[in-house]
């Protein structure tokens, strides 16, 4: 039903910046809360960010809080997570999710994109 297809990973050096966007097709995410997630190696899947389906919540974890800013445009059915400040910690597979709640927080998708590697040197 939807389709979520990220871009914008790549490798970086500390304290970098990268913008990833997730594309949505199929039935338009203007009615779903968004989030952005990551999996490093060996470890949990992890909430990054979300955004609800008007744009004015937005919900990050700690760590990232103040380095990162999710947003959106509805419009061309669109997500975005601008990464500023970019710490080995960061090194990740980042993915890109749909939660069918407007109102939500983007922490319970339903669909999920295919995940980008990002990737921050020391």
């Known amino acids: 039903q939807v389709q979520l297809v990220e871009s914008g990973g790549g490798l970086v050096q500390a304290g970098g910046s990268l913008r990833l966007s997730c594309a949505a097709s199929g039935r338009t995410f203007g009615t779903y809360a968004m989030g952005w997630f990551r999996q490093a190696p060996g470890k949990e899947r992890e909430f990054v960010a979300g955004i609800n389906w008007g744009g004015v919540r937005t919900y990050y974890v700690d760590s990232v809080k103040g380095r990162f800013t999710i947003s959106r445009d509805n419009a061309k059915n669109t997500v975005y997570l601008q990464m500023n400040s970019l710490e080995p910690e960061d090194t990740a597979v980042y993915y890109c999710?749909?939660?069918?709640?407007?109102?939500?927080?983007?922490?319970?998708?339903?669909?999920w994109g295919q995940g980008t590697q990002v990737t921050v040197s020391a």
């Open positions: 999710a749909a939660e069918t709640n407007p109102a939500g927080t983007g922490r319970n998708p339903a669909y």
